[in-house]
Every structure is written in C-alpha cells, then in structure tokens.
C-alpha cells in the first residue's frame, strides 16, 4: 500500500443507517436495509405534529366536498313551509349531516397520539419501497413490516405489521394506512423543520444585535 491509500471497509449497516435522518434517509442498499432503517430512525415531535394537523386540515377538505357534493345534488329546500319548519328541509339538513358523517366512518378526524409515530415510520417505509420500485410493496402484502418498533402498554415489543390500538386491540398497518390515508398527505410534511427554524431564529438575532452596535 503506497502512502495515501486507504484500507476502506464497507460500513456496517448500522452505521449506514446513522448518516440517514427522517428527513434524508441513506441509499437503499437492500430492502432489509431499509426496514430496519425506519424501525429505528428518530422522529422528531416536530414532524409529528406536522402530520397531525396537516391530516386534520386535509380531512376537514373531505369533508367540506363531500357535504358541498350533497348539496349539489340535493338543492337546499326552503327552511319554512308557511309557519312551520319544512319537513324536506330536515331531510336535507339530515343528509348532509350523513354526508359529513361518512367521511368520518371512513377516516377518522385526527390521528391519535400514541399511533402518530408508527404511522410516520410506516408511511415512509411505504413512500420510499414504492419510490425505489422495491419489493413487497403491496399494502395487502405485510411482510415488509414485519420488523420490532417497540412497546406498547403491555411493555411487550410488537410488530409494525400491527399498530396498538388501545381497547380496540391492534390494526394492521395496511388497514391504518388505509384508514388514515397519510400517503395522501404533502411532501413537505416529513421534513423537520426545526433545524431551519432554530438557523433563521440566530440570524433574526444576530441581525438584531448587529443593529444594535
């Protein structure tokens, strides 16, 4: 070995795995690799919360379309018949009450706290074995979440093919991703905001006492 060559060994898949964040996840090498990545990458309660508000936002807009879709096809009858409320009026009012109450039976309005995390590791396992064409990328198929992501509140490690659901048991990921839709949610979501926060927060800072000498 002449001087400046190097002896390089590959590195080890966890340390690969350490250069990914969240936001900036490393190379696929396999799809194991990937796996066991989002088991164990962390997720900041930033980008946790991002995704529970921007999800209420867009099941807010469902519903929104689905009572103004209603009323499309249902024009509004007049509220009074003489001095009585106009039966065909309650009977509008009701259907876009079922209107609005279907997209909640179908897609609940908010995700529930202690689900927030392993539905973000489950969606961007997903986001990402579809953007790289791997295999097992069907949502029926759950083998590609059958990796350990912690306790729940039996203190037991569970699987991500299930997400505890608390009195109600467990829900398969395919089912969760399903019902919540968080693949359906924006881009810029899952990124963590807070490093470019903390940046622009110095510089206001260091602007303001820089006006100051």
């Known amino acids: ?5 190097f002896d390089l060994e590959p590195l080890s898949e966890e340390e690969y795995n350490e ?4 936001s900036f996840p490393p190379p696929p090498r396999s799809l194991g690799q990937v796996v ?3 088991r164990s990458v962390q997720i900041s309660d930033n980008v946790l919360l991002r995704m529970s508000r921007e999800y209420e936002r867009h099941q807010y807009g469902l519903r929104e379309q689905a009572v103004r879709e209603h009323g499309q096809a249902n024009p509004e009858p007049s509220q009074m018949r003489g001095h009585r409320i106009n039966p065909d009026y309650e009977t509008w009012i009701a259907g876009q009450n079922n209107a609005e109450a279907e997209v909640d039976a179908e897609h609940p309005r908010s995700i529930p706290p202690h689900w927030a995390r392993g539905l973000a590791r489950a969606t961007m396992l997903m986001k990402q074995a579809i953007d790289l064409d791997l295999d097992l990328v069907d949502l029926e198929d759950d083998r590609v979440y059958e990796y350990q992501v912690g306790g729940g509140p039996s203190g037991q490690r569970v699987l991500l093919s299930y997400i505890d659901v608390g009195s109600r048991g467990q829900m398969r990921v395919s089912d969760a991703l399903e019902t919540f839709r968080t693949m359906d949610l924006d881009g810029d979501v899952w990124f963590d905001q807070s490093a470019r926060d903390i940046a622009l927060i110095a510089e206001a800072v260091a602007s303001h006492l820089a006006e100051g000498e």
Request: no cysteine.
């Open 1 to 5: 070995m002449t001087e400046g060559d």
């Open 19 to 22: 250069q990914g964040s969240f």
């Open 36 to 38: 066991r990545f989002w």
